[in-house]
């Protein structure tokens, strides 16, 4: 099959807004959300700026040929042979393969000819003596698979919004998917390659990385997230739960597979935070997951809550339009209420509800509750699916695939 590169320009002008200057770049993100694409890209917009072919090296450290490149010796000896005069551009792909990478890395940063450029799949790469032995001196680039904007891109003008969201939702947002999706129609393909995915990330990211014993249990924790996006859950809860299924897990235990699965970038949490009392809460987190289709995978044609797949999406969205994002609390006539997203940004704070409709006069007023209690004067927003844009007394009602599109 042809693959068809998609371009992901947010991404690339984050990287050439960083170009030579004097840190590591580093690009995080689950397997196949696209960074070794993305760095093909970006290297086609240096060839453009004048960057010529001899001051680029690329080096994918996942594949078989470059097998010798994970002794950081015999790295570092390849990079510093293959240097040419003036500034040079060297990009490290998957590189937390590498053992004590960091040694090779930190020498070459250290040489002040060469851009340094990396890729990681799991957010070890920026713990330990290694992060503190660059502080400072590295920039973090969160990557994801495909915004809704980007997959619009991907179909240009010719569907409509809401049906370009229905295949959004029905199969994945990695890139490559994106391709499988629109060449073959039957499912069985996407659903082999979100398997490759599901394994590789379970199995090398995961399992071989924290020396986990038991793939099923692990399996189990996973599946129980999926089914939960967008529900409180504790730690104590999923213990609990399995227990009674027969699967004695401790909390710890569980708290272990969770970590896992963020350092790995599968699931995302949201804590909750405490409007009144300005403080975040400890218990009762949501979480939220890397790509649908990958839920999909592992809960087959199990119905879910249109109203919590698109939470989970619009939460994806805030995160790469770099906010950090929380669950809010607030209390309204004595009762505790709930903001579906509190997004701090640059300039002060967003509030966010979310809705498939608000159609009907209570679901109305069940999203615009939660807003009365807040005394301050930050933007506040109801996404929905309905379309039109309407104003509830400074409220802004904006229908969610518009502003996803943006």
Not at 282 to 287: D, E, I, M, Q, S
């Amino acid at each position: 099959m042809t693959k068809k590169l998609i371009n992901r320009p947010v991404y690339i002008n984050k990287l050439l807004a960083f170009k030579d200057a004097d840190v590591i770049k580093i690009i995080t993100g689950i397997r196949r959300c696209g960074k070794s694409t993305l760095f093909s890209l970006y290297i086609d917009e240096l060839r453009k700026k004048g960057i010529r072919q001899n001051q680029i090296q690329f080096i994918k450290l996942e594949e078989i040929e470059n097998e010798k490149f994970l002794d950081y010796r015999e790295l570092y000896r390849h990079i510093t042979a293959n240097l040419t005069e003036g500034r040079n551009y060297v990009f490290l792909d998957e590189i937390q393969n590498v053992p004590d990478f960091q040694k090779a890395v930190r020498s070459l940063f250290e040489k002040g000819n060469i851009d340094i450029y990396l890729t990681g799949s799991n957010s070890q790469l920026q713990s330990g003596q290694w992060a503190t032995s660059i502080a400072g001196r590295y920039v973090e680039i969160k990557m994801f698979p495909l915004s809704f904007a980007e997959f619009v891109s991907f179909y240009g003008n010719k569907y409509s919004l809401d049906k370009i969201y229905s295949d959004y939702i029905a199969g994945s947002s990695f890139p490559y998917a994106v391709n499988i999706m629109s060449q073959n129609d039957s499912g069985i393909a996407l659903n082999s390659y979100l398997e490759g995915i599901y394994n590789t990330i379970l199995l090398k990211d995961i399992i071989e990385n924290r020396k986990f014993s038991s793939e099923g249990r692990l399996n189990r924790v996973i599946r129980f997230i999926a089914d939960s996006i967008g529900s409180e859950i504790s730690v104590k809860k999923i213990s609990d739960t399995m227990t009674s299924d027969g699967v004695k897990m401790q909390p710890a235990t569980v708290e272990g597979y969770i970590d896992a699965l963020m350092d790995s970038y599968v699931i995302y949490k949201a804590e909750r935070y405490d409007v009144k009392g300005k403080r975040i809460l400890k218990t009762l987190n949501k979480y939220y997951i890397a790509d649908i289709g990958i839920r999909k995978f592992l809960l087959g044609n199990k119905g879910a809550d249109q109203g919590h797949i698109l939470e989970n999406i619009v939460y994806l969205e805030l995160l790469r339009r770099s906010r950090k994002v929380y669950i809010g609390k607030v209390r309204h006539n004595n009762k505790d209420v709930e903001i579906d997203f509190i997004a701090e940004t640059a300039e002060g704070i967003e509030y966010y509800q979310v809705a498939d409709t608000v159609n009907g006069d209570e679901t109305l007023v069940r999203e615009l509750t939660p807003f009365k209690s807040l005394k301050d004067n930050y933007p506040k927003f109801i996404l929905t699916r309905d379309y039109g844009r309407i104003d509830h007394n400074g409220i802004k009602q904006v229908n969610v695939l518009e502003w996803l599109a943006e």
